[in-house]
């Protein structure tokens, strides 16, 4: 299937977002994926906003399954979270298990007066009550197929389709 | 024979000794408790990993340091901890410590960290348990202490961060030290160029050359150069027989002082594991001096329990 280029996706997620940041809104990008729009949207936006990072391996609920996620990044929010306007930042949504975790895990930072989220594709298939309040693209991905996010060595964001167990 | 310590897909289930662990594992380890060190500037120091497991903290010899950081560090991951000190329970009425294992795991236990004076004993019991319960030894006998050896290397990585360019003294009673034996197998794993041992032939393993390290019986000779120094305890309560005329000459010719130190890098860091005997294997102003990191250690122990606890469960 023909697949979006990734950074007019993250143009026209800006062009969403803009309108609706307020003064204290602070971006979360969730590793790494997250992380890479989190920044790009930032420069979009003048690189004024605080912004922060989350690795949610500490939170999957597939903990029991699979045990610990190697190569953990340490999360880093070096702001206030209570009180605040925060954008949670992911590359693709799909069962919403992973921002259940992101959820859970900024709550033990703070308790913030708000959290939007923001994904650069929505390929449907939830598990969990969970929506989208900015989405660059919605595609219809094949259930067995993993749509993934790259980063170029130049810096640009690259989307790619990979079949399950190969 | 397997590593007892790995189930079938090469994973850490149970840790027991450093000694047989790879590269990449302890790389994991090193890795995972940094991430975790950020959670005690967090406004909830908790995370979800351990949730609803039962802890049992089984220590059948004496430890405050060691038993408080495994019991924060399983708070830490959201588990349930009970801290049980046999040496005046159940063992004293004549229970087998199988018997003690079978009845606490009847209660559940999902983890268990064990302190034993016989060498072997968390191995008996890995052996022992089902698969999905988990075994982290905390100090058997005068074989291993591998979360003591897996906190030196953490913080020996904080401040010097590459192993590979380093030189490493470790100096005091190896004979009788635990802690020496598993730091040594972690510094030669992770390509640590030279690992020296400073002591008296009597306080030294025989053989202890075969381990890989440098042997120096003169102090001043040995911490020439040297990047960091790892000061041992003299194990008063394990001396059999006469190894040392007294503690005051072992202080002379082994005791660190700020002189002595002086011979190391400028830059170099001092370490102990703890328990110190001022005035016996270190001097004061050294233990509270500009080079020791004596007390990060002690705050490292906790985001290492944590690492080792949440791989080994989670596997």
Do not use: C
């Amino acid at each position: 299937m023909q697949l979006p280029d990734a950074e007019e996706l993250v143009a026209e997620l800006a062009r969403r977002m803009r309108p609706k940041l307020g003064p204290g809104t602070a971006l979360v990008g969730i590793l790494t994926g997250g992380a890479w729009i989190a920044e790009k949207l930032n420069a979009a936006f003048g690189g004024t906003l605080p912004i922060g990072t989350l690795d949610v391996s500490f939170y999957r609920d597939d903990f029991e399954e699979i045990g610990l996620h190697k190569e953990v990044k340490p999360s880093s929010i070096g702001f206030d979270v209570a009180g605040r306007d925060i954008v949670l930042v992911d590359d693709v949504l799909y069962t919403g298990r992973t921002v259940r975790g992101a959820m859970n895990e900024l709550f033990d930072y703070g308790r913030p007066a708000s959290i939007r989220l923001a994904v650069l594709v929505d390929r449907g298939g939830r598990e969990l009550p969970v929506a989208a309040d900015f989405v660059g693209a919605s595609l219809a991905v094949p259930e067995n197929t993993n749509l993934h996010l790259e980063r170029a060595a130049d810096g640009k964001l690259i989307l790619s389709l990979h079949p399950h167990n190969a | 024979m397997p590593n007892p310590q790995l189930n079938s897909n090469g994973e850490l289930t149970h840790l027991l000794s450093i000694e047989g662990l790879s590269r990449d594992i302890l790389l994991h380890i090193l890795d995972t408790a940094k991430s975790f060190a950020g959670v005690t500037e967090r406004e909830v120091k908790k995370l979800p990993l351990l949730r609803g497991k039962l802890v049992f903290n089984l220590f059948f010899e004496p430890s405050t340091r060691t038993r408080t950081t495994f019991e924060i560090a399983a708070k830490r991951l959201s588990a349930d901890v009970l801290n049980l000190n046999i040496a005046a329970s159940s063992q004293t009425k004549g229970e087998t410590l199988l018997d003690t294992i079978d009845n606490l795991a009847a209660m559940h236990a999902d983890l268990f960290v064990v302190r034993h004076a016989q060498s072997g004993a968390p191995y008996l019991i890995a052996r022992h348990l089902a698969p999905h319960m988990h075994v982290i030894n905390a100090g058997d006998g005068r074989h291993a202490h591998p979360t003591q050896g897996l906190l030196d290397m953490y913080t020996i990585r904080h401040y010097k961060q590459d192993f590979t360019r380093l030189t490493v003294a470790i100096v005091g009673d190896v004979l009788h030290s635990r802690v020496a034996r598993s730091l040594i197998h972690a510094l030669t794993t992770m390509g640590t160029p030279e690992v020296r041992v400073i002591g008296p032939q009597t306080l030294l393993p025989t053989h202890v050359e075969k381990m890989g390290v440098r042997v120096f019986h003169d102090m001043e000779e040995g911490l020439k150069g040297v990047d960091v120094v790892m000061m041992l305890r003299l194990q008063n309560e394990r001396m059999r027989g006469a190894l040392l005329p007294s503690a005051q000459e072992f202080f002379k010719t082994y005791g660190l002082t700020a002189e002595k130190l002086a011979l190391a890098r400028p830059d170099a860091i001092v370490m102990h594991p703890g328990p110190m005997n001022r005035g016996v294997e270190i001097d004061s102003s050294v233990a509270d001096g500009p080079h020791s990191v004596i007390l990060p250690q002690v705050t490292f122990g906790i985001a290492v329990r944590m690492a080792v606890m949440s791989i080994v469960a989670g596997n």
